[in-house]
């Protein structure tokens, strides 16, 4: 899939980092998807939001800790002031629109299809948003890329557009079947431990579904791609919340348990973390010791989790 993807953003003049912001994303958020409207459907809001919520955790520190470790990933100026506060808004109108309680003094809180409406125009925003800065011209850190021997990391082989587009639907059909297998066998698991479905959700669910991320990731890492790398991330994070939670709560309304209000100032502190250790140290890169340290965050916040119950 990336190598398909980086095929087309070359012949058709689209950047690396709208094609993971966009197509990638897309097909790798197609777990969460599936996870989180069956399980809506199913009532099993625990499962539909601790996946979206514990995903974009994983997203985070597990997936970009990994990425980074495996090579220095260089963050360009357009992730860093645009996208990631994006998924900033993300977290803070999700976590408006979910507390009614809070914030209404209704209860229980839920996500309504009013809320799942809201969150899909959001979403629609996004996406025009995406399109409209592939026009614009892209800086290219060259001191940094220099720094860290990038040279040669965007020649970008191409393929026809038939093959290019066959990799890419292979591709998102292994993701999304791989995707599927995983967390069917990890649900079973762990209800014959008897864990709570809050916890399936945060935990071997999220994990379960955001083993494509890290597959695309790391691949894209290893290639020298870092804007797919870092692109898929982000855009995976906004698309869970505004579409994958959009579409389960248009589906059918999600019940808010306020435990998970934790986890969602979690995620809102690790997206700030993230935007200050591309600030400081190595200025935008995330280097192999920040990805180490992402990693451990995200094995203290399991430990957390576990400890929770």
């Known amino acids: 899939m990336i190598d398909g993807s980086s095929s087309i953003a070359k012949k058709f003049n689209i950047s690396s980092l709208v094609i993971g912001l ?18 809506a459907l199913k009532g099993s809001t625990g499962i539909a939001l601790g996946n979206i919520i514990g995903s974009n955790i994983a997203n985070t520190l597990l997936v970009l800790g990994i990425a980074a470790i495996i090579y220095p990933l260089i963050v360009k100026k357009d992730i860093v002031n645009k ?3 994006f998924s ?7 976590g408006i629109l979910i507390n009614d309680f ?7 809180s839920s996500l309504t299809r009013i809320d799942g409406l809201i969150l899909i125009l959001f979403f629609s925003i996004f996406i025009y948003y995406t399109f409209s800065i592939s026009k614009a011209k892209e800086g290219v850190l060259e001191g940094i890329k220099e720094d860290y021997r990038l040279s040669g990391s965007d ?20 993701l999304f079947l791989g995707g599927r297998w995983v967390v069917n066998g990890a649900i079973d698991m762990a209800k014959f431990f008897g864990m709570s479905e809050i916890l399936i959700g945060l935990t071997i669910v999220a994990v379960g579904t955001s ?16 804007d797919m790398a870092i692109g898929n991330v982000v855009g995976s994070n906004i698309f869970n919340l505004f579409w994958v939670l959009g579409v389960s709560a248009i589906i059918n309304p999600i019940t808010y348990n306020l435990v998970l209000n934790i986890d969602m100032l979690i995620l ?15 200025r935008n890169v995330l280097t192999k010791k920040e990805g180490i340290t992402l990693l451990v965050l995200y094995i203290c916040y399991l430990i957390f989790l576990v400890s929770r119950g």
């Open 268 to 282: 809102l502190a690790i997206t700030i973390l993230l935007l200050f250790l591309i600030y400081t140290g190595k």
């Open 83 to 85: 996208q990631i506060p």
């Open 22 to 39: 966009t197509i990638v994303a897309f097909g790798t958020s197609a777990p969460e998807l599936i996870v989180s409207a069956v399980a």
């Open 155 to 174: 020649e970008i082989k191409t393929y026809n557009n038939f093959v290019s587009i066959g990799m890419i639907i292979a591709g998102l059909v292994g």
């Open 88 to 94: 900033l808004l993300a977290i803070v109108a999700v």
């Open 102 to 108: 809070l914030i209404d003094y209704v209860s229980p």
């Open 211 to 226: 083993l494509p991320e890290l597959a695309a990731s790391a691949m894209a890492a290893k290639k020298g791609q870092a």
